[in-house]
């Protein structure tokens, strides 16, 4: 199973980034799916998620009002909107995929399935 995540780039304050996650797993409509975030040197941080069937979605009050998770189960792909985006959005971001298919978020290492992290970089 993998989990790859993409779309991370530079972009301006204020600006907007769109990122994907796509999944290589059976049964992808089944799973919750969740985004963190982590800036080298401080913890893996809760970002958003979302569960199986789209209609339940939870947010980091960080990042609540500008970002939007969302999901394509047609193509096995979860996608984080990230608008109004600021500098301290700056991070590595990555998904990761609970079976349960609930949006509540849990601990990164309680996911069954972590993908690799794709850079964020917001310039002032």
């Known amino acids: 199973v993998q989990l790859q995540a993409s779309g991370g780039g530079l972009v301006q304050a204020g600006g907007s980034l769109r990122l994907s996650c796509a999944a290589s797993v059976r049964s992808f409509s089944s799973y919750g799916m969740a985004w963190f975030r982590q800036v080298p040197g401080k913890e893996r941080e809760f970002v958003s998620a979302i569960s199986w069937s789209g209609a339940s979605t939870y947010y980091s009050d960080s990042v609540k009002g500008r970002f939007t998770i969302s999901r394509e189960n047609a193509k096995n792909t979860v996608y984080l909107q990230m608008n109004s985006l600021k500098p301290e959005d700056t991070a590595l971001y990555y998904c990761?995929?609970?079976?349960?298919?609930?949006?509540?978020?849990?601990?990164?290492?309680?996911?069954?399935?972590r993908g690799q992290g794709t850079l964020v970089t917001v310039s002032s």
């Open positions: 990761a995929a609970d079976q349960y298919g609930n949006s509540r978020p849990l601990p990164w290492r309680e996911y069954d399935y």
